[in-house]
């Protein structure tokens, strides 16, 4: 079960409510006030939860913002659209959207299910929206995604970042089909946000940041021994994807783990950027996280070991967007 509601987490103002929850949802940031925010939807197979918890705290939201357009921070876009929020977006983004690019949310090259919506507000770098009760800066921050944006509230010095930098983790890069070239601006983004001096970060999965210093150094150094090391770039995306697709399908019989890895478009990517043939390449990434417990076999089921929430399966029945209408 997910931890209860705690809108008064130490550190945080009364407007800024938060809830970690479990993958495949990213976290819970509501903000309170004049104009009830949301930041991220989480998955889309939790929508309802999601708005439910939504309503224990406002009785509406005027505005999603995304963070960045992976399935687990927009999927509850259309639900809350549908109730008459807006949603608001990076520039990058929803030009993509509009065109429903094949690229968007990486749903079809990811495999991961994405309701269809549409980024109705645009958000440039240095915008100022007045979200609850508060002024938040838009800062793109290109590098887990190219249209990745943190929002920077200088009054309270606290900077929601999604992706780019958790905890105890940093965004995995699309290295796969980028290069590790698309390190450096992932570098950059980290070190801008560094040098906001934030006393908390809104990570969008795992606790609070409460200190960002040492967080955001430790993230930048992983990054630059990715940028040394292609192997250990391409590795480190990959198990991510694996694991967070094993959660989205409740595990995977391990008898159909490798075809289903072998159709992949971001496996075949992988293997080819670090000169492997694919099953060599399925092979070993199957083995190392085995012997490491980030996966496990059950009774001839594949499973992610860290904690998830089940999934109704019949989100894969969801076009992707190069179908939206
Ligand atoms: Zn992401």
Known sequence: MAPASTPTEPGLPTEVVWQSRPFPNSNFLLLRG???SLVDTGFVAHSEQTAALAGE???????????????????????????????????????????HDAGCCAAEYLDQPVPEYAVDRVLADGDRELLGDSEWEILTIPGHTPGHIALWNAEHRLAAVGDSVTAYDVGWVSIMNQGTRALDPAIASLRRLHDLGAKVLLPGHGPLVTAPEPA????????????????????????????????????????????????????????????????????????SMLASGAITLREGTVYAVAESTPVDLRVFDLPYPRNWE
């Open 57 to 99: 705290q406002s009785s509406r939201i005027d505005v999603v913002v995304n963070t960045h357009w992976h399935s687990d921070h927009v999927g509850a876009n259309a639900l809350f659209q549908s109730a008459g929020a807006e949603i608001a977006g990076s520039t990058v983004e929803a030009r993509a959207i509009h065109r």
């Open 34 to 36: 004049q104009r009830p």
């Open 216 to 287: 955001i150094n430790k993230a930048i150094s992983r990054l630059e021994r990715q940028r040394e090391n292609i192997d250990l770039a391409v590795d480190y995306g990959a198990k991510r994807i694996l694991a967070f697709a094993l959660m989205i399908h409740n595990g995977i019989v391990r008898t159909e783990l490798e075809s289903y890895l072998g159709q992949r478009a971001w496996v075949t990517d992988s293997a080819a950027t670090v000169g492997r043939d694919v099953d060599d390449f399925i092979r070993n990434l199957l083995d």
